[in-house]
């Protein structure tokens, strides 16, 4: 990294992303006004691939599923590397975005989660072509849709789908630490679990079995797992649904279950104890009552999400290098370790990748009252560089090059 400062050019590519601070705020601030959920980011992609032709990146193309692609080429002979960053947000179509400042703060559902980090490849793209610095190996911005919840990775999970385009590393840009550092893969699997009967009216048809009770002697069940702290296996059932009246035995209920580890072996085995305790839930509810095989309870699970996990060493080669490029730049790195992110997808292929923050300072994600603050902003995208360069191999600087091939 020490020699990599050294360079002209790479000096002036510092300075011109401190310089392009202000206009990377600007575009920020944009964005977020920009409704994005999951599955509806059809305008914020309309303008991250205006901008991205803009900052002279070739091969600027909207794929399939949304997401924006741009590529810096290479000189060629090296890695074929990913820097990423999400469009969509939690927030619904609906949601009001109206921009608000107060000091040095502005505030905006979905300022910070991943709405800078977008911005900072722009900015990225910018410096490198005003430059015209150019690793050994391409780098492919990717602007990437489907990150949050139910969006499931859809992005990342189509960009990794064909071997034969294969990336050979990536940096995802997306937590509010600037000098953090994300190297495992929290996975999940979600599931919308439906319990249907006949239902009928709470007094003359007291007798057969509830789907509301067979539901709640499932929570009950999945309340009372047991699961290891390391690797730290999670599991919640996040949202209930069901009924018309208090005096009517519902038809139909359904929950939705969410169940997480940075183990794959661990999420698995829970998987198949929550599916057990389901099924066993039901048959203890139709059990329960004498109403016959014509009022028994069913139940249905629908897959919602699935997100593969996977872990790396702190020690390997793509985290070293980011810990390298945080202490360039003077900033401490933060090993936050286990997350669920867009880099889940190639870790859980054997790629090396990481997840790390962007500039400035925020708070609040998830809620409407997100905030950000762009104190010294630029150290993010300077950072950033530095890494991209050191992960491609500049010139005779190759200590922290990535092997070409790694797609498995």
Request: glycine letters at 10%; a negative charge; aromatic letters at 6%.
């Amino acid at each position: 990294m020490d020699e990599l400062l050294k360079c002209k050019e790479i000096q002036e590519a510092l300075k011109l992303l401190q310089k392009d601070d202000e206009r990377t705020l600007q575009e920020h601030l944009e964005m977020c006004q920009i409704p994005a959920p999951s599955y509806e980011e059809e305008e914020k992609a309309e303008y991250v691939r205006a901008k991205m032709v803009e900052a002279g990146l070739s091969e600027v193309h909207i794929d399939e599923v949304g997401n924006v692609l741009g590529t810096w080429k290479g000189t060629g002979n090296g890695p074929r590397i990913m820097a990423a960053a999400h469009t969509d947000t939690v927030f619904p179509r609906e949601t009001d975005l109206t921009l608000k400042k107060e000091g040095n703060r502005y505030s905006c559902p979905g300022i910070g989660d991943d709405t800078r980090a977008v911005a900072e490849l722009l900015s990225l793209a910018r410096a490198l072509n005003a430059t015209g610095i150019r690793g050994d190996g391409d780098i492919v911005f990717c602007a990437n849709v489907c990150e949050e919840g139910l969006g499931d990775l859809r992005g990342t999970k189509h960009a990794f789908k064909d071997v034969e385009n294969h990336y050979d590393g990536f940096v995802s840009i997306d937590d509010k630490n600037t000098s953090g550092i994300i190297y495992q893969a929290v996975g999940s699997e979600r599931y919308l679990v439906t319990f249907r009967g006949t239902g009928g009216h709470s007094f003359t048809d007291f007798g057969i079995p509830n789907p509301i009770h067979a539901m709640g002697r499932a929570i009950g069940k999945i309340s009372d797992f047991q699961t290891p702290g390391d690797p730290r296996t999670t599991f919640s059932v996040g949202i209930v649904n069901g009924g018309t009246s208090v005096n009517v035995i519902a038809a139909e209920c359904s929950m939705l279950v969410d169940m997480r580890s940075v183990d794959a072996g661990e999420l698995e085995a829970l998987s198949a104890k929550f599916h057990q305790a389901v099924e066993a839930a039901v048959r203890e509810e139709n059990a329960r009552w004498t109403a016959g095989e014509d009022y028994h309870i069913t139940v249905t699970f629908e897959e919602k999400g699935k997100r593969p996990a996977g872990t790396q060493e702190k020690s390997c080669q793509i985290v070293q290098a980011a810990n390298a490029a945080n202490q360039a730049m003077g900033m401490k790195t933060l090993y936050i370790g286990a997350a669920s992110t867009d880099a889940n997808i190639p870790i859980s292929l054997g790629i090396p990748a990481i997840t790390v923050g962007w500039g400035g300072k925020g708070g609040g994600e998830h809620t409407i009252h997100e905030w950000y603050e762009p104190a010294e902003a630029w150290r993010g995208p300077q950072r950033d560089l530095l890494l991209l360069l050191a992960l491609s191999g500049y010139k005779e600087m190759k200590k922290y090059q990535l092997p070409s091939g790694n797609c498995k």
